[in-house]
């Protein structure tokens, strides 16, 4: 019900602020100074009320205004990823290109060579999968500097001198404080391999990328019909890059709780980065 009210209330608004109610208003504005009369801004009142209780609740108006808002989330989309690209250094910049030119080549290629108009929507998830590259091309170069920037020997021998310190200790207390530290440092070593093989598989994930947009463009140039092209596992690619985002996921969340340890036992020289996927 709250849901339902919120969306209505959304959908008010919009109509409130298009620019046809905006300048109706100016100009019974206008008529009422113009004749020195109320009369205009009596008129103006109850058409505002018969317009505001109508439109919003117009299927069609409601359909003009949610394609109008998902216009605008793709064009943010579109800027953020933008952005994202002009932050990579410029080997990474000439991978996205190169990677939007082969996509930008094959659609070029497909129209020519089979006179089509448009693009079949199985060749057209390349867009997608480009923006999948940037995404995880982003992932992969945060998460390679950060392995860069650990050194995994210092966690080692601070993992020998906390096992020795629990062997030490001369009480209880200690010996459990030393014991909590070991499991950290043992978590921490585990994430780091992890992190490891998350870089390993989201390296093999871009050239697999790499190589289906190359496979593709060959398929289109040899064989261009719309039967061969629909024969081109499109779908293998797709659930593949799934599957290396869900694993991202399961990283993040694991080093985020092995971070959450650390702050508790006030550990913040082992805090990692925020290595989370965009």
């Known amino acids: 019900m709250m849901e339902r009210t919120k969306n209505n209330l959304e959908y008010l608004k919009e109509a409130f602020r298009e620019p046809a109610n905006f300048w109706g208003l100016a100009g019974f504005a206008v008529a009422a100074a113009y004749t020195q009369s109320l009369i205009p801004l009596i008129f103006a009142l109850f058409s505002e009320l018969l317009y505001l209780s109508t439109l919003p609740t117009s299927s069609f108006y409601r359909r003009l205004v949610d394609q109008r808002h998902r216009r605008e989330a793709l064009e943010e989309r ?3 990823r933008q952005r994202l690209i002009e932050s990579f250094d ?3 910049r000439e991978a996205v290109n190169y990677l939007g030119h082969i996509k930008d080549q094959i659609y070029k290629d497909y129209k020519r060579l089979t006179g089509a108009r448009e693009i079949p929507a199985n060749l057209r998830s390349l867009d997608q999968r480009w923006e999948d590259f940037v995404d995880l091309l982003d992932v992969y170069r ?3 500097k950060h392995l860069r920037s650990i050194d995994r020997k210092a966690i080692q021998n601070q993992l020998r001198q906390a096992e ?39 390296e093999g994930q871009l050239q697999s990328i790499e ?9 289109v140039v040899a ?17 593949s890059i799934a599957m ?5 996921e399961e990283t993040s969340e694991a080093i985020g709780a092995l971070d959450a340890q650390n702050r508790e036992l006030g550990n913040y020289d082992l805090l990692t980065p925020n290595t989370s996927s965009r």
């Open 90 to 92: 410029p080997r990474e």
């Open 211 to 219: 190589n289906f947009f190359g496979l593709v463009k060959d398929q």
């Open 78 to 80: 579109r800027r953020q």
């Open 164 to 202: 020795r310190a629990v062997e030490e200790a001369v009480d209880e207390r200690e010996r459990r404080i030393q014991q909590a530290n070991v499991a950290i440092l043992k978590r921490r070593l585990a994430a780091f391999d992890e992190l490891e093989r998350s870089v390993r598989l989201v």
């Open 223 to 239: 064989l261009p019909t719309p039967e061969r092209v629909s024969m081109i596992d499109f779908e293998q690619l797709s659930d």
């Open 244 to 248: 290396t985002k869900q694993m991202l």
């Open 142 to 144: 945060r998460r390679k």
